[in-house]
């Protein structure tokens, strides 16, 4: 039966692919695994005449269309799952008829806030506000929203300027069991201690919104995040604990599986019904069923039938990131069974596995996140156990008891103690150094290479044979990932899209050197009360430039250069050194008189610091950068003061203006009346204080970029600049229309 069942899996997943233009990637990858278990399982013969057809359809899919942006609308929706409360913003996902959509609010009071506290799923809501269609992504690799918002059946995202609810509607059962949810989640969030709910929601309810942000992060990079989401070890202990119950209870067998199915489905939806929580639910359900009908349903038999089930009902799960790491750590412990058995001792077995479900996780860790845990196997063994033996029962029991009893004080007091001691000692562990490695998104080949060393390298652990040269093959290609990301003989500029600010890299071929100019960064200069403070703050640093940096395979920056101290352009720093290693810190001269930037480069005093005036020389590989400003009795950080360079980068003509202006610009012409232009950094995001008509005349550049916001609040860039360029037939550039501007060149 598994082998018929595997062979109709192959079928699903190209069929789920194939209707999908932008999943090339995953097509090929596919295509290795299937050929790989329909070898282990003598079943290729059946797979391969079904790989012309579904590659044909892949070719003629259509892909779905979103709404364009449209005007003030006044309309009624539906809430459709548990809205979102973060400081002072409302978020939802709210249905009309077929359509579905991501809405966001922000909160104007304290006693609206209360007010909006009790929207349930269900609920009627009359919204008024704009919809737009979703981003696409702005630099390589990034987040796009677009893409993420289609896989969730999202068509548009909705920006609410008021909210008002309307009369209720009869719910569904599904929407009952989703207000029953709502209602549990008030209950553990009112009467449980700030971790201690947390914590609950999360491993319970499947609500990870209220934790830290720090320990997310901590989790993250110890390997770990698995234990702060609903996984197959949460819904096995949930449902092995009912079955176990009833059992003793005096029930059947048959009866107390049958119970625990039940359960199980009803938890499904209690729990979010997101893609691991689906798998592991699934599973369990269908090997209860052994209890309850004479089958043999194996546990890699549960495996492709869940998979194929949800594949089934959408076919847009195969690109959930969390639907991927499910099935593949789940593969791969399913067919590791015969090693994980020959364990003499639980710890033995505890490693193993944590070694199976690491190996099998990291290509996919890598692609997405691009880097990798090097902490991840001893720091599960540390952390599972911890998790399984008490915080999840305890979180378990919470969730049980607290609707319908009080908990003793000094019961929940030991248990957030626990909960703090655990937090403490994971972020003291991710200080420790050499915890991650920055992978970058490596070429396809690499990623299908170690796909076929791993299923190698399990063969041979099972054999005992070849193990120690598969191993040593195996950890020479995952070390080498960041080698293969940057291999290229060309080098290139990119100029970052960090919205209203500047950012602009350089790297040199094959990752010889790297320069950063900027950082980016953006400021939020309002003041907010303490109810309106947001648990997740959107920055440059951790959501735009690191990881930007990162998906190139960028993990050392030898020179980062801060034109002036404005926060657009050096307020992503601290973010930046916090996981990227910094070679040296140049500022312009005076320009730490500025008390932010000082404060900054106080906090990062172990990295070299230096400033530069006019004449001095920076050097990147073979390239020079001449300093054009600022003069050589400095400045104070401001505009005037910007540190201007001058490079020729593969024969090109290239100016990095920073914020100057006018002045600086007919100075600079003045002094270097031959320097002629190819590239032009077009100064303060296309300011009307820069790029005068006479500067552009002189220097004649050939192209010029800009680096603004979608929709700017200062109205950047100016149309008289933009009039200005043209009237010179300068090719004009923005991030703005774009996204990350690229340049490569050969060295």
């Known amino acids: 039966m598994a082998r018929h069942l595997l062979v109709i899996s192959c079928m699903m997943l190209f069929i789920a692919v194939a209707m999908e233009k932008e999943a090339f990637s995953f097509v090929i990858i596919v295509l290795i695994i299937c050929c790989l278990l329909s070898w282990k399982y003598k079943q290729l013969l059946y797979f391969l005449p079904m790989l012309l057809l579904l590659m044909i359809i892949y070719q003629s899919s259509a892909e779905q269309s979103f709404r364009k942006s449209a005007p003030d609308f006044l309309k009624s929706f539906k809430i459709s799952a548990e809205p979102l409360i973060d400081g002072d913003r409302f978020q939802a996902i709210v249905t009309q008829g077929k359509q579905t959509s991501k809405m966001s609010y922000v909160m104007n009071t304290e006693n609206e806030k209360d007010a909006l506290r009790h929207i349930k799923p269900g609920d009627n809501l009359q919204i008024s506000g704009e919809t737009r269609s979703p981003n696409r992504a702005k630099n390589p690799h990034q987040f796009d929203e677009r893409l993420y918002l289609k896989y969730q059946h999202i068509h548009h995202v909705i920006t609410a300027v008021s909210i008002e609810k309307l009369a209720d509607s009869k719910p569904s059962w599904h929407t009952k069991i989703l207000q029953l949810r709502h209602y549990l989640l008030a209950v553990v969030t009112e009467k449980a201690p700030s971790k201690v709910g947390s914590y609950t929601r999360a491993l319970i309810f499947g609500e990870r919104d209220s934790l830290e942000e720090e320990t997310v992060e901590a989790y993250r990079s110890l390997g770990v995040i698995h234990l702060l989401a609903i996984s197959g070890l949460h ?10 119950i009833a059992l003793y209870s005096g029930a059947k067998r048959r009866l107390s599986a049958s119970l625990a199915i039940v359960f199980l489905l009803f938890y499904l939806v209690l729990a979010g019904a997101n893609a691991p929580v689906v798998r592991a639910v699934s599973m369990m359900c269908l090997l209860f069923l052994n209890e309850i009908i004479p089958s043999k349903i194996s546990t890699f038999t549960a495996l492709i039938i869940s998979f194929n089930l949800q594949i089934l009902l959408d076919h847009y799960q195969l690109f959930s990131i969390g639907f991927q790491l499910s099935y593949a750590v789940c593969l791969g412990l399913v067919l590791s069974r015969n090693i994980i058995r020959q364990s003499q001792s639980r710890v033995v077995e ?4 944590s070694i199976i479900a690491t190996l099998m996780s990291l290509p996919l860790i890598s692609y997405h996140f691009f880097e990798i845990s090097l902490a991840s196997i001893w720091s599960n063994l540390i952390f599972v156990p911890l998790y399984t033996l008490f915080i999840i029962p305890a979180c378990l029991g919470t969730a049980l008891i607290l609707p319908l009893f009080e908990i003793p004080t000094p019961l929940l007091t030991l248990f957030e103690k626990v909960l703090s001691l655990s937090e403490t000692f994971a972020i003291k562990l991710n200080e420790l150094p050499f915890n991650t490695y920055i992978t970058g998104r490596a070429p396809l080949v690499s990623y299908l290479i170690i796909v076929v060393l791993l299923w190698s390298f399990f063969i ?4 005992k044979c070849y193990l120690k040269t598969l191993t040593l093959l195996l ?3 995952i070390l080498s990932l960041p080698i293969q990301t940057q291999w290229s003989n060309k080098g290139r500029v990119v100029m970052i899209d960090v919205g209203q600010g500047d950012s602009l890299f350089i790297q040199l071929p094959n990752n010889k ?4 100019i900027d950082t980016g960064g953006q400021f939020d200069w309002q003041p907010r009360e303490e109810w309106q403070k947001r648990k997740r703050v959107y920055t440059i640093g951790k959501n735009v430039l690191n990881p930007t940096l990162k998906a190139l395979g960028v993990s050392r920056i030898d020179q980062v250069i801060l034109t002036h101290s404005d926060f657009d352009h050096m307020g992503a720093l601290v973010e930046l050194a916090e996981e990227i290693k910094l070679g040296e810190i140049i500022i312009g001269r005076g320009s730490a008189s500025d008390k932010l930037l000082a404060t900054m480069l106080t906090k990062l005093k172990a990295i070299p610091q230096r400033e530069v005036v006019e004449g001095d020389e920076l050097v990147l590989g073979k390239i020079r950068f001449t300093v054009l400003n600022p003069q050589a009795e400095g400045g104070i950080g401001e505009n005037r003061d910007s540190v201007v360079l001058h490079a020729v980068i593969a024969g090109k003509s290239w100016l990095f203006t920073g914020d100057m202006e006018k002045e600086q610009e007919q100075r600079i012409m003045k002094e270097y009346p031959k320097l002629g232009l190819d590239y032009l950094m077009v100064a303060h995001h296309g300011s009307k204080h820069s790029t005068d008509a ?7 550049p050939k192209e010029a970029w800009i680096s603004v916001a ?28 774009e996204g990350a501007l690229i340049y490569h060149f050969d060295y």
Do not use: C
């Open 460 to 463: 041979a652990w099972e054999r």
């Open 710 to 737: 979608e929709k700017s609040r200062y109205g950047h860039p100016h149309p008289e600049v933009l009039e200005i360029l043209a009237n010179n037939n300068v090719r004009i550039r923005s991030t703005a229309l």
């Open 350 to 353: 505890g490693l193993k596995i």
């Open 513 to 516: 050197g790297n320069m950063l």
């Open 235 to 244: 819904v096995h202990l949930i449902g092995a604990s009912l079955f176990m």
């Open 475 to 477: 950890i020479i290609t």
């Open 694 to 700: 006479t500067f552009v005349e002189n220097m004649q």
